[in-house]
């Protein structure tokens, strides 16, 4: 999980680590992202999914948002571009 230490912003180390994000759009509540091993697919196009975590600054607000498996995503991600 990352480690931010001052707000890349306003360099304020009033920060608000690991919040945790929701969307009440679907099911699972869970603010996430979605890489595809095999986007174009109409079904079953291998989803690998990470949750998301946010810092939030307490001085300027400015947030950033993190993912929990960067690893898996980015693995999946390759191995598209490799194809």
């Not at 994000?21 to 986007?39: A, F």
């Not at 949750?51 to 960067?70: K, M």
Request: glycine share 6%.
């Amino acid at each position: 999980m990352a480690s931010r230490q001052n707000c890349s912003k306003c360099q304020s180390n009033k920060m608000i680590p690991n919040v945790h994000t929701r969307d009440y759009g679907d099911l699972n509540n869970q603010l996430s992202v979605e890489v595809y091993e095999e986007p174009d697919a109409m079904i079953f196009k291998g989803t690998h999914e990470g949750a998301l975590t946010a810092w939030i600054c307490g001085e300027c607000g400015y947030t950033e948002l993190y993912v929990e498996n960067p690893q898996e995503l980015y693995s999946t991600y390759l191995n598209l571009k490799a194809e």
